[in-house]
């Protein structure tokens, strides 16, 4: 009967390794159709790139003439890469904002010894060049992650004991594995009020050096560039992001333009994911709010008042 067990468990995860081998092979092949179809062939003028907050808060088939080129854990070094693969990759797209999804909740989530790829490597391929590309993209942990997750198993323990993730409508967000994050980095930084603008410096320094460089980029390309800080629930109650808000001024200049939404009031608990993130009914609520009454823009000099 063992014998019997072992040899079925083995048959099992040697389909189910080369099943995951046959769709990644897929992925590889079918990714540069996928993004010109996403980029270049509609009629888009706003870029929006960042981490997961920005994936999953923007939603591009509702605000018209976007595209959403947010992933998961992805740092501002990868979306200044994209922007520039998009910009420089045909001449018929005419894109006019940018949109970097970088606030407080994203920023101090990727602080540098945290980001998924050491920082060097992110320049070493480039993005302009297909093969390399794709093979920055197709190593990733997130792809073999994301592929797991689709068992049973985890799928069970993520819904029913309150894990999740953000397309899962849970109906309560303040479960205490969800303050499981935001409680090491508030110990990281050194408590409620440690997140200055010196410990950002200090802490985040790969990502405010390509937010510096998305900017100068989008300055010599003559794109607006928006700083968005997408829906989060409880973070102003647990962090002061005063240090956040200085270190944008001072990094960006007075009159970068702000888009403040941490604080946009969704209906309920139901419209999150976590406490970082929106799921897709929260999603869906917040783009149609952006889509009917556009974003709402405040300069630097004035954010941190």
């Known amino acids: 009967m063992l014998k019997k067990f ?37 009629d888009v003028h706003t870029l929006v790139i960042g981490p997961s907050n920005g994936e999953h808060a923007w939603n591009d088939s509702i605000i018209p003439h976007s595209c959403n080129l947010c992933n998961s854990g992805v740092s501002l070094g990868v979306g200044y890469n994209s922007l520039k693969w998009v910009m420089e990759y045909n001449d018929d797209i005419h894109i006019d904002t940018v949109i970097v999804c970088a606030g407080f909740a994203s920023f101090i989530y990727l602080e540098d010894k945290k980001l998924p790829i050491p920082g060097a490597s992110e320049e070493i391929f480039s993005i302009l060049d297909y093969k390399n590309f794709l093979k920055f993209y197709s190593t990733k942990l997130s792809f073999w992650k ?3 997750t689709s068992l049973p198993l985890w799928w069970f323990s993520s819904r029913k004991l309150g894990g999740g993730y953000h397309y899962i409508d849970r109906e309560k967000v303040n479960h205490p594995r969800s303050y499981d994050i935001i ?10 009020y440690g997140v200055t603008e010196k410990k950002l410096y200090e802490k985040c320094s790969y990502q405010i050096s390509y937010l510096r460089k998305i900017k100068e980029y989008c300055d010599s390309h003559h794109m607006t560039l928006i700083i968005l800080s997408t829906p989060v629930y409880k973070y102003h109650e647990l962090l002061d992001d005063t240090g956040y808000r200085q270190m944008m001024r001072n990094v960006l200049g007075d009159s970068a333009l702000i888009a403040d939404y941490s604080r946009f009031h969704l209906p309920d608990l139901t ?16 783009s149609h709010h952006i889509a009917k009454e556009g974003l709402k823009l405040q300069y630097a000099i004035d954010y941190i008042k």
């Not at 419209?271 to 917040?286: I, P, S």
Request: net charge positive.
């Open 271 to 286: 419209y999150y994911g976590d406490l970082e993130h929106t799921n897709y009914k929260g999603a869906r609520y917040f």
């Open 6 to 42: 072992i040899f079925l468990f083995l048959t099992f995860c040697l389909l189910y390794v080369s099943m995951m081998a046959a769709a990644k092979a897929f992925w590889v092949t079918t990714a540069p159709g996928r993004l010109e179809r996403n980029v270049i062939d509609k």
């Open 146 to 148: 994301s592929s797991f």
């Open 183 to 192: 409680n090491a980095i508030i110990k990281s930084f050194g408590g409620k």
